[in-house]
């Protein structure tokens, strides 16, 4: 099992920055690609970025491009996600997940959730 607890959401205003961050417990994830997802009210879960289990490669949805980095830190078994410029439409909630297999974006890949961390933009 592993337990997956994000962590640095809040408010912020549009343009702002913030940087979450995503420790696990129970087992290492340093085995495991990790991916974030955020999901809006009303919407369903989207992806935000992905990243390899050694930190090599890293993948992101159009949207986020150039001004989100995923990144890790394997010996402190935790995924961040630094948030740049961000809009009042990326207000939602930020979860992290360990992937299983299958394809980065889908949330049928992956095993492990957290509860999610709140992220409202405002305008």
């Known amino acids: 099992q592993v337990q997956l607890v994000e962590s640095g959401g809040g408010l912020v205003q549009a343009g702002g920055s913030l940087r979450l961050s995503c420790a696990a417990s129970?087992?290492?994830?340093?085995?495991?690609?990790m991916g974030w997802f955020r999901q809006a009210p009303g919407k369903e879960r989207e992806f935000v970025a992905a990243?390899?289990?050694?930190?090599?490669?890293?993948y992101y949805a159009d949207s986020v491009k150039g001004r989100f980095t995923i990144s890790r830190d394997n010996a402190k078994n935790t995924l961040y996600l630094q948030m740049n410029s961000l809009k009042p439409e990326e207000t939602a909630v930020y979860s992290c997940?360990?992937?299983?297999?299958?394809?980065?974006?889908?949330?049928?890949?992956?095993?492990?959730w957290g509860q999610g961390t709140q992220v409202t933009v405002s305008s």
């Open positions: 997940g360990a992937h299983l297999r299958g394809s980065f974006p889908d949330t049928r890949s992956y095993e492990y």
């Open positions: 129970g087992r290492t994830i340093s085995g495991r690609h």
């Open positions: 990243i390899t289990w050694s930190g090599g490669s890293a």
